[in-house]
């Protein structure tokens, strides 16, 4: 399933509609959440049960057909009137078509014919009495054959038990293998990013100390444009590889559980299942590192840049904060000079206007010699422009809270 949490519960009325089609009672029908079967039995005596199953990732059919005649074969099941009328959701995973007898199992050379491919596979499951052989390859309906011979004595429970392992086999076998492409593609890609990545890092290498900031700036927007893919592409393979490890785990439970015991003349079934996904899993694992890796490298050398970016910058301030000083140096100088000169223009105005005074009151009589009254003001006018300076400045920093004083100096104490 592409969409398991939207497409379980849709398999579940995709089965209620199948038992609609095949027209199965409902007093002969159970349906849970992830369960579910159904049973019908024609008038020729035949049964038909169809069981549903959904699992994490992927759900299941069992079609059962039980004939009340003991011929049985290959092929189509010839339930009257039965008829597969849906299409599953999702990808095809496999499809299995198992023939279960009592009787013990034909020759070889009467088996050869039924099942399609160069190579036939059997063995002993379970017990000295239970056989199963089958081919691996599809047949013209694209299922896969197998044949199990069963004991005369075999209970209903070991019947399911040999369906649901060859079945749960299969399954996980095809899962791990249906990434193959995806990965074959990705092996590609993870080759030319690491090439890139290694040339740019070369390059960097070798330049990073002597280069500016735009061209750090232009080396920092590449790698993150190949970060992003990366993570796009690490996302897409955890998705799809990270449960590659517990479905080879499965497989390999599954055929310890089945007890496997060689047949003569038929080469084992664990040569084939083993042989196809030996090393697949860790392969995807393998893959998903390298990617990490990858990731890593690229996330690091974007972090030097960024670094060598932020001591260019520090430096820049450090630059703009040293002309700031000077400039504030320059400017207090330059307050200082501009005070004295307005104390010194400020008194000068007193004492012109002082002269006035002084030569009006000489003529009125009340002052004998304004020159020299003039001479005796202009120490009062210094001290008065000084004053009026002093208190301006105090004035104005009560009046703007932001601008403090400039400190005086204190002289050492003796």
């Given at each position: ?108 050379e009467r088996m ?93 290498t070798s330049h ?114 040293q002309s700031v ?90």
């Amino acid at each position: 399933m592409s969409d398991p949490p939207t497409q379980r519960p849709a398999s579940r009325e995709e089965f209620r509609s199948l038992l609609d089609a095949v027209k199965v009672e409902a007093e002969s029908t159970v349906l849970k959440e992830t369960f579910g079967y159904g049973i019908k039995e024609s008038v020729g005596g035949d049964r038909l049960i169809l069981v549903w199953q959904a699992h994490t990732e992927y759900y299941n059919y069992q079609i059962w057909h039980l004939p009340a005649k003991p011929e049985v074969s290959f092929g189509p099941l010839t339930f009257p009137e039965y008829d597969f009328a849906i299409s599953p959701l999702g990808n095809l995973v496999c499809r299995l078509d198992i023939l279960l007898t009592e009787e013990a199992l034909p020759a070889r050379e009467r088996m050869q014919p039924l099942f399609p491919g160069p190579v036939m596979y059997g063995s002993r499951v379970f017990d000295e009495s239970t056989s199963l052989v089958t081919s691996f390859t599809p047949d013209e309906l694209g299922r896969e054959r197998y044949w199990v011979s069963l004991g005369p004595q075999a209970q209903a429970s070991r019947l399911k038990d040999i369906v649901d392992a060859i079945v749960r086999i299969e399954t996980y076998y095809h899962l791990l293998l249906m990434q193959k492409p995806l990965f074959s593609a990705a092996i590609d890609h993870a080759y030319k990013f690491e090439k890139v990545h290694l040339e740019q890092r070369e390059i960097i290498t070798s330049h990073i100390g002597h280069a500016n900031s735009e061209t750090l700036q232009r080396w920092l927007n590449s790698l993150t444009q190949d970060l992003l893919k990366t993570n796009r592409m690490a996302g897409t393979l955890h998705f799809a590889l990270s449960a590659s490890i517990p479905y080879d785990k499965i497989v390999h439970a599954t055929l310890t559980s089945i007890g496997e015991q060689r047949m003569e003349s038929y080469r084992p079934i664990s040569d084939y299942v083993l042989g196809g996904i030996t090393g697949v899993a860790e392969g995807y694992q393998q893959l998903l590192r390298r990617i990490d890796t990858l990731r890593g490298g690229f996330e690091g050398i974007i972090e030097i840049i960024r670094t060598r970016i932020d001591l260019i910058v520090e430096a820049q301030n450090l630059a703009l904060l040293q002309s700031v000083d000077k400039t504030t140096k320059s400017q207090v100088l330059l307050q200082h000079t501009v005070e004295g000169l307005s104390v010194i223009v400020i008194a000068y105005y007193l004492a012109g206007l002082g002269g006035y005074v002084f030569k009006g009151l000489q003529e009125m009589g009340w002052l004998k010699n304004a020159n020299i009254a003039s001479a005796v003001f202009v120490p009062v006018a210094i001290g008065l422009a000084f004053a009026v300076t002093t208190f301006s400045k105090k004035y104005l920093h009560k009046k703007l809270p932001g601008v403090q004083p400039a400190p005086q100096a204190h002289k050492p104490e003796d």
